[in-house]
């Protein structure tokens, strides 16, 4: 199996595992067939984000202890969908993005530009 990479060109870091994130709940933005919200941006979430994506019918404060999920807080690090981290941006409240920690299919969703200037991780 080959090496995932991020969209810097480099082996995929981990975004986070407290609280554990990642489609595979393993702490990787990684991503496979079953994947289909392609969970490849690892963010920092804000207040602004998270109201957003509540309004948006995606409860990511709330915890819900049945799915093993504590729910995020502003400055958690979280996989983001693609597609929704590039509605964010559109309506002004993409949170910001660990670059080396991002998968490099996020590349389908969004430009590497737009993703380096919302970077915390400057290159």
């Known amino acids: 199996m080959k090496e995932a990479r991020n ?16 489609y595979y709940r393993d702490g990787v933005c990684n991503t496979g067939a079953g994947d289909f919200g392609a969970h490849v941006v690892c963010a920092q979430v804000t207040e602004e984000f998270l109201e957003y994506t509540k309004a948006k019918g995606n409860d990511l404060s709330t915890p819900a202890p049945m799915f093993d999920f504590p729910g995020l807080k502003p400055g958690d690090k979280w996989c983001l969908c693609a597609s929704r981290w590039k509605e964010a941006l559109d309506a002004g409240v993409a949170p910001p993005v660990v670059l080396s920690a991002t998968h490099a299919s996020a590349l389908e969703f969004v430009s590497f530009d737009e993703l380096k200037q ?6």
């Open 7 to 22: 969209v810097l060109g480099t082996p995929l870091e981990t975004c986070c595992t407290s609280p554990m994130t990642g």
């Open 118 to 123: 919302n970077a915390v991780d400057k290159v």
